[in-house]
């Protein structure tokens, strides 16, 4: 099936790093993604990870891909309040994304 | 650059009624899309199109029917709403269809219907 499966709630506390997981479906996509949807709003693009990359890192944030397992992680590092969202993968293939179920991270103070 | 941009914000419509939400953008991209958000469901793909003047079904168009007579406008009709079409729809825009190419999302539109 085309299902991309994430867990649906993380809860950390504000300065720790949070790591949220993700596995697709199809060994083919070429790019996989991470989105961001805060309260009331659209997604947002984060970060993206290219198939023959293993690592990618951006400031806080850090993707691994572990194509032999399909399993895609997003860490950010010392969370912030503001980081409090809904967070989304997605594999891309031709004309559409295949978007995971959403991961909604909660920022302890 | 207004982006992507999407009307109405929110809409109640009772079992039946119908109604049209509308996508525009500015960016001058040739893909457009429509997705369905619920609840533990991630994003559902509705409809897409690569191009003015086309429409092809994504994942879930059953119950409802999509325009793009515009390059820059891409519409959602329902004819018949029911309940389950309570959800909340995104449309989005890339410049092209290829893996690379980011989607860029709308505001979303919340839709009830009782």
């Known amino acids: 099936g085309e299902d991309v499966e994430q867990s649906l709630f993380l809860s950390v506390r504000e300065g720790d790093s949070s790591v949220i997981n993700c596995t697709y479906t199809?060994?083919?996509?070429?790019?996989l993604y991470w989105y961001k949807q805060e309260p009331g709003a659209g997604l947002q693009l984060l970060t993206y990870?290219?198939?023959?990359?293993d690592m990618k890192q951006d400031q806080r944030l850090t993707v691994l891909l572990n194509k032999k397992d399909k399993h895609l992680s997003l860490r950010i590092a010392d969370t912030q309040t503001g980081d409090s969202a809904i967070y989304f993968c997605?594999?891309?293939?031709?004309?559409?994304?295949?978007f995971g179920t959403g991961t909604r991270l909660k920022v302890l103070a | 650059n207004a982006g992507v941009t999407q009307t109405p914000k929110f809409r109640v419509l009772k079992t039946g009624q119908s109604m049209t939400l509308l996508c525009a953008q500015d960016?001058?991209?040739?893909?457009m899309y429509w997705y369905r958000q619920d609840p533990g469901m991630g994003l559902r793909l509705i409809h897409y199109?690569?191009?003015?003047?086309?429409?092809a079904k994504g994942e879930v168009p059953d119950g409802y029917n999509v325009s793009r007579l515009k390059k820059q406008n891409f519409l959602l009709g329902l004819e018949s709403a029911a309940p389950s079409q309570t959800s909340v729809y995104f449309c989005?825009?890339?410049?092209?269809?290829?893996?690379?190419?980011?989607?860029?999302f709308g505001p979303g539109t919340r839709l009830t219907v009782t």
């Open positions: 990870i290219f198939s023959n990359m």
């Open positions: 997605a594999e891309a293939g031709t004309y559409k994304y295949i």
């Open positions: 989005a825009s890339s410049y092209g269809s290829r893996a690379e190419y980011e989607q860029y």
């Open positions: 199109s690569v191009g003015e003047g086309t429409t």
């Open positions: 960016m001058n991209h040739e893909y």
């Open positions: 199809d060994s083919s996509s070429t790019y």
